[in-house]
């Protein structure tokens, strides 16, 4: 089967790195429901929610912004929102919250989302210093 793959990304939502950020939240969100509810478990959770959930919302924030500075400054805050992540990450399966079944492979996004988003940034800044 063959099917052409439209390219051109018209919408925040179209990006990939969106996308994994979107879904980590959400499966982020979904597996710390069920934590037990005590001033240090919350604190780790209320984190790692605010970090993660930043990173999406910062490269939708910046899909629409009118310069590519200012698309820099956004996916270089969610690229550091990433790493934020990864470190509330490493406090759950170290202080053995989770299994490490469950948070590997988030870290294991993690570090992909940072290696996507250092690209775009890497490629957005080559462009930038081109066109002056």
Not at 14 to 24: E, F, G, M, P, S
Not at 80 to 85: C, D, G, L, P, R
Not at 114 to 130: A, R
């Given at each position: 089967?063959?099917v ?7 919408h925040?939502t179209?990006l990939?790195?969106w996308?994994?950020a979107?879904n ?5 969100f979904?597996?710390?429901g069920d934590l ?6 919350n ?6 929610l ?10 939708a ?7 590519t ?35 590997i ?11 996507m ?6 490629n ?9």
């Amino acid at each position: 089967m063959n099917v052409k793959k439209d390219k051109q990304v018209r919408h925040f939502t179209d990006l990939v790195v969106w996308k994994k950020a979107h879904n980590l939240f959400v499966d982020i969100f979904k597996k710390t429901g069920d934590l037990p509810r005590q001033i240090g478990v919350n604190t780790i959770v209320d984190q790692i929610l605010r970090s993660c959930g930043s990173i999406s919302a910062n490269i939708a924030e910046g899909f629409n912004t009118r310069t590519t500075k200012h698309y820099i400054h956004y996916l270089d805050t969610a690229l550091n929102s990433a790493s934020e992540t990864e470190n509330w990450l490493y406090k759950i399966k170290d202080c053995n919250l989770l299994a490490n079944d469950i948070v590997i492979p988030w870290l294991d996004v993690c570090s992909e989302i940072e290696k996507m988003l250092q690209k775009m940034i890497q490629n957005l800044s080559k462009k930038l210093t081109t066109s002056h």
